[in-house]
Each structure stands twice: as C-alpha cells, then as structure tokens.
C-alpha cells in the first residue's frame, strides 16, 4: 500500500499519514527533540585499581566455584589483609566460604598476633592455626639451624601438614609478581604435585581470563589473586579501601646498638629474628606511598630467606613453600 501526503485528510498537518484501517492511525510525523536525552552518555572509566580488584574477584570466584575445598592463607600481613577485604567483598552479601589459615611459626612479633585475632574477629571468619609441634619441640629456631632448615620445617612442612590435615585442594595467597623472580614467573592458577612441590616447566597456559582449575590425583593448586599487584597498588588499595593494617608497617623511634636513636619501619613482615626494618619516618598509609613512589629497593631485600644463594626461594618453592 502506498503512502502519500494528503493536506486535505482531517489529521494530517502537512505529514505522511497511512489510509484509514480499523486501529488507530499510526503517523510519522517527526516529533521535537529532547535536547537533554540525546547528550552523549559518559561511559565508565575504571581506574588502574578497578581493574585489578576486578581481576582478583574474579579469580577468588572461580577459585571457589572449582574446587571444593579452598583455603585462604592469612599471615595478617598487609597483602593478606587486602586479600581477605577481597574475599569479603567477591561473595558480599553472602560470608566468606572457605576458612583463613595461619601457619604460625611462633617467631612472629607479639603485636601481629594480636593483629590477626581482632582482624578475624571483626571480619567474623573462621580461622585455622597450625604449628608443626614436632620440629618446635626438637628445638628448631632459625639462629639454631638457619633460615634454610628453619623455615623448611617450619614453613614449607608445617604448610603441607595443615593442607593435608584440612583436605584442602586449592590455597589462595597472597604472592605478587614484582617480589621475586621466581614469583614473576608463576601462574595465577598454579598446580603442586602430589608432594606438594612445583615445577616451573610443568605450568600450564593461561589465555585471557581463563583459569583450568583441573587435578589430577594427588594434586593441590595454589592461587594468586594478587599477581598483577605491586607493592604500591597494595597500599593504594589499602588507603582506598580503609583497611586496616598491623602498626609495625608505620615508623617507629628504635635505639641503634651504638645508643642513638633512629626511625625505622618495616615493609614486609616475617619471623622476627629473620625480617629487618628500614629507615623511614612515615607513620601514616598516604606517606608510605609517597615513601614508595621514589623506592628502587624491593621489600623483599629485608628477609633473610631470600638471601641464602641465588635462587634459594625457587628452590624453597620447589619443595613445598608458598
């Protein structure tokens, strides 16, 4: 049926009309524009931040989708503390599914314990604490047998002690890339054998966002949300996202051996006897970013355990150690 223009038609006013059908009569005629509702529309920026705590929600939830019994491990340090905020927020409003797990040396300082307590309390998980009571009881400590021994027994053993005992098949921690070199080169999904151990040569593609939670017998996988992550993302994030922190990360006035006085801090927290601070005089979380835009030294620098030969943590990691 053709259309015309008709200015005779009672409804037409100089437009196209369609010829009389029962109905109502249905016109083109163009109708005023609505200046405001065609401005364009700003799309969504994410930032630098958005896109890796996407990421690493993400991961946790494909973490808890393939395997049946994950854990988180929880040194209530400060990649830890974001990890769990991540935790919380990947499965809000619903708790967190899976438990924390300590591996507790019993050489860590007094105020990270206390730390650990009231942040698991506040965040209403539950958590698991493990020791290996066999070594400690045989008088392991690191001044006695080294770092090597000392955390082979108990770290990396207490570790596989606490997965096996708990039957958990995937541990979540907190290992970021810029670390170590051994670290920049392991998978987000990364699979142990049945002993435990990692092999670099037997890690597996990971295209896109794809991540291939699959085991075989015997096998364990580790999980690293955090792998994009540096050490400034960390902090940004944590002054972001409010969260707290243990107050060891802040400067605090010490007496050198020599009697004088000087303001140190620490950037990675370990066992005591094996984590050194360094200078520093920032006591707030804005400061320890302005601190670490100019740093050209890898917090790692201060742990003794990555310092025993060249390449000792691959080695550790081969054996067991997170």
Known sequence: MQIRADPDHPDSDSADWLPQRPGPVFQSAARPID??????V????????????????????ETAAQFSRPVLLYSAGKDSSVLLRLAQKA???APVPFPLLHVDTSFKPPELYAFRDRAVQDAGVRLVVHRNETALAAGAEPHRLGTVRCCGLLKTQALLEALAAGGFDAAIGGG????ERSRA????FSVRDSRGQWDPRRQ???????LNGQLAAGETMRVFPLSSWSELDVWRYVARESIPVVSLYFAFLTTRPDGTTVWMR??????APCTGATESTAQSVEEIISELVRSEVSERALRAIDHDADGAMERKKQEGYF
Do not use: M, S
């Not at 969504?44 to 993400?58: F, G, K, N, S, V």
């Not at 970021?176 to 670390?179: I, P, Q």
């Not at 620490?266 to 066992?271: A, M, P, Q, S, V």
């Open 185 to 188: 080169k392991e998978r987000v």
């Open 91 to 93: 499965f809000a409003p």
């Open 204 to 210: 597996r593609p990971e295209v896109w966002t794809l």
């Open 35 to 40: 200046p405001v509702a065609n401005l364009p």
């Open 176 to 179: 970021r890339r810029d670390e």
């Open 42 to 61: 700003e799309r969504y920026q994410p930032t630098h931040l958005d896109r890796l705590e996407a990421e690493a929600i993400h991961i946790l939830r």
């Open 266 to 271: 620490y950037r990675t927290l370990g066992c």
